[in-house]
């Protein structure tokens, strides 16, 4: 493998289909790595989740089919932010709920177009290194965040969001989790809140990588120079609380509290699952999508 190759796990006992995915992909200047059913899938990942990128895998194996591997890989501390990708000749919207439920989020139809399944994996990895990256703003070390009961903060850019969800990750039990979600819902209030930049430009800027640049570019402008975002954080005794407030017009929060099979090849779109999923036990939007409440349960001891 060549120096900074991103790495792929192909998990099918189909020689055509592995050929097939071998050869577009490595063609698209990935390393491959298969292997023919999820049992073999999970003692790889177990020995060497760090070599990759993300996981493509069949849904019908033998020993254990793909929405097994998908639960084990969601349910594993060190496997979970692992992007998964599953591809599969089921292709109804029942099906592709299914995938999306057990942890994936993201889906190949066969016969998959060659166009797809780069476009695919390639959104994949994506969206994989942000939140390895972002996993480590958080610090490996307790932080005085901890002893923190109330507080309230306004923000206004994307570093405020990274330097803020960063500290306040450390008031969770699991703060490598926490700060996907917590940035994942900040960027929201931001991009979409108070910038006002919708889904479907939001689908043309990733296209096109100018997405950062015209985040800057609103942040200038004089119509969003007094915009802020508040957040309140309360830590009580059996929960911690993040209450999120933008300046926006608000939006259809409904469309996205699960992935539509609409959707199913977009590039982004997934932030307020994951935050459901990996961050926090309830995430609630109120007012037409301009409040979001973001609930962590604690365990509380009975001594």
Same mark, same amino acid.
């Given at each position: 493998?060549?120096?900074? +190759?991103?790495?792929?796990?192909? /998990?099918?006992d189909?020689?055509?289909?592995v050929?097939? =995915?071998? @050869?577009? &992909?490595n063609?698209?200047?990935?390393?491959?790595?298969?292997t023919?059913n999820?049992?073999?899938?999970?003692?790889l990942?177990?020995?060497?989740?760090?070599?990759?990128?993300?996981?493509i895998?069949d849904?019908?194996m033998?020993?254990m089919d793909?929405?097994?591997?998908?639960?084990?890989i969601?349910s594993?501390?060190?496997l979970?932010?692992?992007?998964?990708?599953?591809?599969?000749?089921?292709?109804?919207?029942?099906d592709i709920?299914?995938?999306?439920?057990a942890?994936?989020?993201f889906?190949?139809?066969?016969?998959?177009?060659?166009?797809?399944?780069?476009?695919?994996?390639s959104?994949?990895?994506s969206?994989?290194?942000?939140h +390895?990256?972002?996993?480590k703003w /958080?610090?490996?070390r307790?932080?005085?965040?901890?002893l =923190?009961? @109330?507080? &309230?903060f306004?923000?206004?850019?994307l570093?405020d969001?990274?330097?803020?969800?960063?500290?306040?990750?450390?008031?969770?039990?699991?703060?490598?989790?926490?700060v996907?979600?917590l940035?994942?819902?900040?960027?929201?209030?931001i991009?979409?809140?108070?910038?006002?930049?919708t889904y479907?430009?939001?689908?043309?800027?990733?296209?096109?990588?100018?997405?950062?640049?015209?985040?800057?570019h609103?942040?200038?402008?004089?119509?969003?120079?007094?915009?802020?975002?508040?957040?309140?954080?309360?830590?009580e005794?059996?929960?911690?609380?993040?209450?999120i407030r933008?300046?926006?017009e608000?939006?259809?929060?409904d469309?996205?509290?699960?992935?539509?099979?609409?959707?199913?090849?977009?590039?982004h779109?997934?932030?307020i699952?994951?935050?459901?999923t990996?961050?926090?036990?309830?995430?609630?939007?109120t007012?037409?999508?301009?409040?979001?409440?973001c609930?962590?349960?604690?365990?509380?001891?009975?001594?």
């Amino acid at each position: 493998m060549k120096a900074n +190759q991103q790495s792929l796990l192909v /998990v099918d006992d189909d020689a055509i289909q592995v050929t097939f =995915l071998k @050869s577009i &992909l490595n063609e698209s200047g990935y390393d491959v790595l298969h292997t023919t059913n999820g049992v073999e899938a999970l003692r790889l990942l177990n020995d060497f989740h760090p070599r990759f990128s993300a996981v493509i895998t069949d849904r019908y194996m033998p020993n254990m089919d793909g929405i097994e591997l998908i639960r084990q890989i969601k349910s594993h501390d060190q496997l979970r932010t692992l992007p998964v990708i599953m591809q599969t000749s089921a292709d109804s919207d029942s099906d592709i709920r299914a995938g999306f439920q057990a942890g994936a989020h993201f889906y190949l139809t066969k016969p998959i177009a060659e166009s797809h399944l780069v476009s695919v994996v390639s959104s994949a990895v994506s969206f994989g290194e942000r939140h +390895q990256n972002w996993q480590k703003w /958080v610090p490996e070390r307790s932080h005085p965040i901890e002893l =923190l009961r @109330s507080g &309230l903060f306004y923000f206004k850019t994307l570093h405020d969001c990274q330097h803020l969800a960063s500290l306040l990750a450390n008031a969770f039990p699991n703060p490598k989790m926490a700060v996907l979600g917590l940035l994942e819902i900040m960027i929201n209030a931001i991009e979409h809140g108070n910038l006002g930049i919708t889904y479907e430009e939001k689908t043309f800027l990733a296209a096109q990588n100018t997405w950062l640049e015209e985040v800057e570019h609103r942040l200038s402008l004089p119509l969003h120079s007094q915009k802020w975002a508040s957040l309140h954080f309360s830590h009580e005794e059996d929960r911690i609380i993040i209450f999120i407030r933008d300046q926006g017009e608000g939006f259809d929060f409904d469309r996205f509290k699960e992935i539509d099979p609409r959707r199913v090849f977009d590039s982004h779109g997934r932030g307020i699952v994951v935050a459901r999923t990996m961050s926090f036990d309830e995430v609630i939007y109120t007012d037409n999508g301009r409040s979001v409440s973001c609930i962590k349960n604690l365990q509380v001891s009975k001594d």
